[in-house]
C-alpha cells in the first residue's frame, strides 16, 4: 500500500446500496490476457478497478455445514464464487474462491486457533502465500489485523463487538496501522457484507480484504449467539 491512499479522504460510504441483492447475479465481464497489467497477478486483474465489493452468502440445502458466497462487482455483477469446507477435525475455515470459468482465484486457510485469537492465511496461485488475517479477541470491540507474507501489520479492521451491533448490521473500519488514516469501511446488511476502499489501494491488499470479508459471516453468527465476554466461548 503506498502512502498516498493513506492520505486520501476516505471514500464516500454514502454510496452503498441498502438494497437486499437478487437470488442471481449477472456474471462480470472477463479481461482478455492481452489486457492483463504486467506485475499483477492474472487471478487478481479484476480487482484493479474496484472499490467496492460485496459479497452475498448463499443458502442451499445440500452445501450441510459448509457456506457458499457470491462476490459482487460495484456494479452488482458475479466476479467469483466462494466455498467453505468444513471436515471434522480439520480446520474450521477452508476457503476457496473461484471465478466465474471455475478457475482457482484465492485459497484462505486457518493455520492457528487459540483461545484469544486466530491465523488465516491467504494463498494465490500464481505467487503463494500473499499475507494473513488475525482476529483478536477484545472484550467490547472487534480487531482484525491483516499482515503481509513477513507478518508485518499492514492494515487494522476495527468496529464494535457484534454484540452491540443494532439489529444485526456491522459498521467496521479499515485503518492504517497506527489508525491514524481510514482507508475503508466495511457494513452489512442482512446476509450482504460490503466494502470499500480507495482506487488505488494495492491489489493483493484488495484482495486480503476481500479474505477478511468472506471471514465475518461466520464470526457475526457465533458471537450473535455465544455467551459474551468469555473468550474460551468464542468460535470465528
Known sequence: MQNKSCQDPPPDYNAITA???????????????????????????????????????KFTVSQGWGRSFDVLDQMGQRMYQATQTV????????????????????????????????????TIPSCGVVGSVMWNWRSFITHFS?????????????????????????????????????????TSEGSQYTVTFPMDLEVTMKAMILALLLLLPGLHDSEQTETSGNPSKQRL
Open 19 to 57: 438494497t437486499a441483492p437478487p437470488v442471481t447475479y449477472p456474471i462480470s465481464s472477463y479481461t482478455p490476457e492481452s489486457a492483463l497489467v504486467k506485475g499483477v497477478p492474472s487471478e487478481l486483474q479484476s480487482l484493479l478497478q474496484m472499490n467496492q465489493i460485496s459479497m452475498q452468502e
Open 87 to 122: 471436515e471434522f477435525c480439520g480446520p474450521l475455515y477452508d476457503l476457496k474462491v473461484r471465478d466465474n470459468a471455475g478457475q482457482d482465484v484465492m485459497a484462505v486457510l486457518e493455520t492457528l486457533a487459540c483461545r484469544c485469537s486466530r491465523l488465516m492465511e491467504v
Open 146 to 186: 491483516i499482515m503481509n507474507p513477513s507478518k508485518e501489520v499492514v492494515l487494522l479492521i476495527l468496529g464494535p463487538n457484534f454484540h452491540n451491533s443494532i439489529f444485526g448490521n456491522i459498521t467496521l473500519e479499515v485503518k492504517s496501522p497506527d489508525e491514524q488514516h481510514v482507508v475503508g469501511m466495511i
